[in-house]
């Protein structure tokens, strides 16, 4: 057989094969990132938490935590842990539950009850390249307040300036003034913008309400429910502050405290006037005498 003959054979086989065979090079643009199954460990001070990522190459369920003492998020159980387990015939879920079965659950609570609001507002966008005019992300400050005194805020990621922001509050076993904040919104705009999720530890609050609803978070997008505040950036929050008086007053002084001079002045002018027409008059009698 002419060498011509094996080469178009072995070039045929090289291409029915390659559609059978796995590849760990195969990537996506882009994907959601959902965050569920939030636990607080006290050994740590630490809420827990489980990471469904289908960015980049895609992977298993994470497990991460946040501190809330010191912040940002810490993983512990990997993408690559969960690999390796697969590959062996494991459950990730076991391995992960095995890790926080004895933590507690956090409990959502109603976030308008307790009077928390958030006001959302934008600082600027991100290009994929200077010299295209094409948005990869757009950079926002979330400020939350409580009875609209500010007692947290963080930066966040989105699209544009019309998407929706969903918040969710969950109240920590032992914590009186202390929640995380879910955040679920859309975190850039590849292919049209992915729902990305957060958590975020908010301090300083009061007369918290612990009630917990019953919704279940699963991995899938919060769904905006009786508790949630669904924000947009045009909507504004008026913070208390203490009033300043206005540089235009006299001295600085309230109405009431000018009103109290005047009056003070005017005594004071009749007073003297009455008393220089008698001065006056006594005058005029003693030079008449």
Not at 152 to 160: L, R, S
Request: with cysteine; proline share 4%.
């Amino acid at each position: 057989m002419n060498y011509k003959y094996y080469v178009l054979i072995a070039m045929f086989l090289a291409l029915v094969f390659s559609g059978f065979l796995p590849s760990n090079t195969k990537a996506t643009v882009g994907g959601p990132t959902f965050i569920y199954d939030f636990k607080y460990n006290s050994q740590d001070e630490s809420v827990y938490y489980i990471n469904v990522s289908a960015s980049g190459r895609g992977c298993p369920p994470e497990l991460k935590k946040l501190s809330l003492t010191s912040g940002g998020p810490q993983v512990v159980y990997s993408c690559t842990d969960g690999e390796k387990l697969i590959s062996k015939g494991g459950s990730v879920y076991s391995a992960i539950n095995n890790i926080t079965s004895s933590f507690k659950n956090l409990v959502l609570i109603d976030l308008k009850k307790n009077n928390i609001s958030v006001d959302v507002n934008f600082v600027d966008y991100k290009k994929f390249d200077p010299d295209i005019n094409e948005i990869e992300s757009a950079n926002f400050i979330a400020s939350v307040y409580q009875n609209n005194k500010k007692v947290a805020e963080f930066p966040v990621t989105g699209c544009n300036l019309e998407q929706p922001f969903v918040f969710a509050g969950y109240a920590i076993p032992g914590f009186d003034k202390k929640i995380v904040l879910l955040l679920s919104t859309k975190g850039d705009c590849w292919e049209g913008g992915y729902i990305h999720e957060s958590l975020h530890v908010v301090g300083g609050l009061e007369n918290l309400n612990k009630t917990g609803l019953n919704y279940y978070k699963d991995a899938s997008a919060l769904t905006p429910n009786e508790g949630t505040l669904v924000v947009f950036e045009a909507d504004k929050i008026k913070a208390n502050t203490p009033e300043v008086p206005s540089k235009n007053d006299d001295n600085n002084l309230s109405n009431s405290q000018m009103m109290y001079l005047y009056l003070i002045g005017f005594f004071v002018a009749v007073t003297s006037l009455i008393i220089g027409i008698v001065i006056g008059k006594l005058f005029v009698k003693n030079n008449n005498i």
